[in-house]
């Protein structure tokens, strides 16, 4: 665009209405997601490298948050507020059933302030126990496998519909075509059958929290 600008002699004109349409783009994709989100009845999720969303704590959330999304402190805060509000979906009256897939990766790599990753450790083996928790960790000494590279939701909604959200460090995708979501579907369970156990995976996390005390 900075090209066409200079061409056209339109300043900076068509690269800063390039920049606000992308914007606006991943607005509306993660909108939907959490519309469906909302909706839900049941999440599985693998996380190919930090803390999910629905578990992390605000110190947590705001450490991430501050390196990917940069912005005002009072921008910041409204997206961690936010963040931290969609976690009514497990706590709530009619809590969602929720399992998630971690890679090891997830609890080797620490917050840059002590505390706040010792209170993250602490919500993840709180929430482990937690009966509409399930949590399994995939162990880094593991296979390949399909999902490498990104990290995936597949939302199980009340008409009985699967949908699934891809996402990397720069991007998501909404993906609700019957023969994608199975194929992904099928890549989730069978990385399901190669981690940890949820009774392994919860000594793995407290032991990882006593090695960082």
């Given at each position: ?8 002699g ?17 607005r509306?994709?993660?909108?939907g ?13 693998f ?24 912005g ?7 997206q961690?507020r ?49 009966s ?5 960790v ?14 995936l ?21 909404l993906?609700?075509?019957t ?24 000594e793995?996390?407290?032991?990882t ?5």
């Amino acid at each position: 665009m900075v090209v066409l600008d200079r061409l056209y002699g339109t300043g900076e004109l068509l690269s800063t209405l390039w920049r606000a349409a992308k914007r606006e783009e991943g607005r509306s994709r993660y909108q939907g997601f959490g519309d469906l989100e909302a909706e839900a009845t049941g999440i599985q999720e693998f996380s190919v490298c930090t803390v999910p969303g629905l578990l992390q704590t605000p110190g947590y959330a705001e450490a991430q948050l501050r390196v990917h999304r940069p912005g005002s402190d009072e921008q910041l805060a409204d997206q961690v507020r936010e963040r931290i509000d969609r976690q009514i979906r497990l706590t709530g009256d009619k809590p969602l059933d929720y399992r998630g897939l971690l890679d090891e990766a997830v609890i080797r790599r620490q917050a840059p302030d002590a505390a706040v990753w010792a209170e993250q450790l602490e919500r993840l083996i709180e929430a482990a126990q937690w009966s509409n928790v399930t949590l399994h960790v995939v162990p880094l000494a593991g296979k390949f496998h399909n999902l490498l590279g990104s990290s995936l939701q597949l939302l199980w909604l009340p008409s009985g519909r699967t949908v699934a959200y891809v996402e990397s460090s720069w991007s998501g995708q909404l993906i609700e075509e019957t023969e994608e979501v199975e194929h992904l579907r099928l890549s989730y369970d069978r990385l399901r059958d190669s981690a940890l156990t949820p009774s392994e995976s919860l000594e793995l996390l407290r032991a990882t929290l006593e090695d960082h005390r």
